[in-house]
């Protein structure tokens, strides 16, 4: 396995990671997917650093190829965890829409705040159009 040093000892598998390319969030993501087959330990042994250590709960377990899992785990939760970082005003707004959305319907109040005397949008393509004006019969 290239990239990672991976460190067998003691029945247990050490990776060394860089806290600038794996986040703590990552760490801890694939740290959760391995806690059915092994203990897992985060620790911090150096400034931007992180240490995981895997212990089989098997006996006789592949600890290099344990240690090769969690390091395609590892890469998947980073990804993740960057793809969520990079698109958090998308996600936020469209969480803020499905909340607002279940609220339910305008009241009163907030119809009579409203301005209808607004002028219509642009549509050139004609995407706001309903399905009678877009094919009424001629």
């Known amino acids: 396995m290239s990239g990672f040093p991976v460190e067998i000892a003691e029945g247990c598998a050490r990776l060394e990671l860089d806290e600038a390319v ?21 620790d911090k042994p150096a400034p931007g650093k992180w240490r995981v250590t895997l212990a089989s709960k098997k006996e006789g377990a592949d600890l290099q190829a344990m240690a090769g899992e969690f390091a395609n785990e590892l890469l998947s939760c980073a990804w993740r965890a960057q793809i969520t970082q990079q698109n958090r005003a998308v996600i936020e707004a469209v969480t803020t829409q499905a909340i607002a959305g279940a609220m339910g319907p305008p009241t009163l109040d907030d119809l009579e705040k409203f301005d209808f ?21 001629k």
């Open 117 to 137: 005397s607004a002028e219509t949008f642009e549509d050139p393509l004609g995407i706001a159009k309903s399905w009678e004006e877009k094919y009424k019969k």
């Open 22 to 42: 794996y986040p703590l969030e990552a760490v801890y993501g694939a740290a959760y997917i391995f806690i059915d087959r092994c203990w897992v330990l985060v």
